[in-house]
């Protein structure tokens, strides 16, 4: 299979820690990345790799990956971090790339 | 800082085509990245166009290849999209991406601002 599935919604306490996850066959052979798109805005790229944070992303986002499934860690969520959280990926053959469906995350 | 500006038209009517380009400023569209196009129907997820390498090597989803053409201008520094056929399905918020690669890893980064095509009569 070429798709990543996602849970659509996710909701936080704030200063809780929240996981959101991504599962698919391509996660096999390769890892994740995950992008943030708050309303109005493109996305941003949050993790990508094994477990990397671009320059200025807070290092309360965290990523992991088991098997065929990836995830995204925040831990202490604020009500900045409220926002659709994206994953993707080559897909299995590599000649392509697959979005998960996105998550939207509420922090309360 | 690399930056990306997506340009074109707005409105394209069913059955045409949509044509939108890529500016790239602040780093050479020669360099090992793939170049990406992205896009956003209103309210919904990402969905992935295809991609293209300044060789001209490309990549494209198999639910538009039929329909799509991305293209490199290594002397203006862009790139393109060209969408044939359209109809109100293809109205979306279209994004051009810088395609980054690892090992086992792929990430865009960064993003245009993004362009919102409309297709109607």
């Known amino acids: 299979s070429s798709e990543l599935t996602q849970d659509p919604a996710v909701s936080v306490a704030l200063g809780q820690t929240v996981r959101i996850t991504c599962q698919g066959d391509?996660?096999?052979?390769?890892?994740a990345s995950w992008s943030q798109q708050k309303p109005g805005q493109a996305p941003v790229v949050v993790i990508y790799?094994?477990?990397n944070r671009p320059s200025g992303i807070p290092d309360r986002f965290s990523g992991s990956s088991s098997g065929n499934t990836a995830s995204l860690t925040i831990t202490g969520a604020l009500a900045e971090d409220e926002a659709d959280y994206y994953c993707?990926?080559?897909?299995?053959?590599?000649?392509?790339?697959?979005f998960g469906g996105g998550t939207r995350l509420t922090v309360l | 800082q690399v930056r990306l500006q997506e340009s074109g038209p707005g409105l394209v009517k069913p059955s045409g085509t949509l044509s939108l380009t890529c500016a790239v400023s602040?780093?050479?569209?020669?360099?090992?990245?793939?170049w990406t196009w992205v896009r956003q129907p209103p309210g919904k997820g990402l969905e992935w166009i295809g991609e293209?390498?300044?060789?001209?090597?490309?990549n494209y989803s198999p639910s538009l290849k039929s329909r799509v053409t991305i293209s490199v201008d290594k002397s203006n520094n862009q790139f393109s999209l060209r969408l044939n056929s359209v109809t109100a399905a293809d109205t979306a918020v279209y994004y051009c991406?810088?395609?980054?690669?690892?090992?086992?890893?792929?990430?865009?980064?960064?993003w245009g601002q993004g362009t919102l095509v409309t297709v109607s009569s």
């Open positions: 991406a810088r395609g980054n690669h690892g090992d086992y890893t792929h990430w865009f980064d960064p």
């Open positions: 602040g780093g050479s569209i020669s360099s090992s990245h793939w």
């Open positions: 293209i390498y300044h060789t001209g090597s490309t």
């Open positions: 391509s996660l096999r052979t390769y890892y």
């Open positions: 790799g094994k477990n």
């Open positions: 993707n990926s080559r897909d299995s053959s590599g000649d392509h790339v697959v």
